[in-house]
């Protein structure tokens, strides 16, 4: 809990809901964790650098003072980082573009019954579609315009890490 950026331990996952594994959604929700593994352990690293007050890298929460967007080598406050201005921003930019450049569907059943994963409140699935929709009145124009990702290395990344083999992986 001392680290600016906290990813998923997928052991824990898989040693609490291996029975449950058979069920795709599960697989589903394992893949997602796996992902969020690799971008904040791989992805992450390539696009800011945390560094303390005499400029060393830290990924310790309380050491932060500046995270440098290696994009433009420009140095901000770590709490202005994590926000609409920069990362949190990028996503909000790329949501639409990236709803259209994949072909995802706008339209998802909610009658979606938990597999038995006691960290999802599965009744509150209908919420939250509609939040997401909120998401997607940014113009998919926005995501030229990034202040920390690089659309086409994002891409690159995600497509050479979004495949079901690497998983199988983690479960084998």
Do not use: C
Not at 41 to 49: L, Q
Not at 96 to 103: E, F, G, S
Not at 122 to 136: A, G, P
Request: hydrophobic share 35%.
């Amino acid at each position: 809990m001392q680290e600016i950026v906290q990813y998923p331990i997928l052991s824990k996952f898989l040693d609490k809901y291996r029975d449950l594994l058979p069920d795709p959604s599960v697989q589903g929700y394992l893949f997602h964790l796996y992902t969020d593994y690799r971008f904040f352990t791989e992805y992450m690293p390539r696009i800011v650098r945390f560094t303390d007050i005499q400029g060393r890298y830290t990924t310790k929460k309380d050491d932060i003072v500046w995270a440098q967007i290696q994009k433009t080598k420009k140095k901000v406050k770590a709490a202005d980082f994590f926000s609409e201005d920069y990362y949190y921003g990028d996503y909000t930019r790329m949501n639409t573009w990236l709803v259209i450049h994949y072909r995802l569907p706008l339209q998802m059943d909610v009658n979606i019954k938990n597999p038995g994963i006691s960290e999802v409140v599965y009744s509150d699935i209908s919420e939250i579609l509609e939040e997401l929709k909120s998401y997607l009145l940014m113009p998919p124009e926005a995501a030229d315009d990034l202040a920390v990702f690089n659309r086409k290395e994002l891409l690159n990344y995600i497509y050479s890490i979004a495949n079901p083999k690497e998983l199988k992986k983690v479960i084998d």
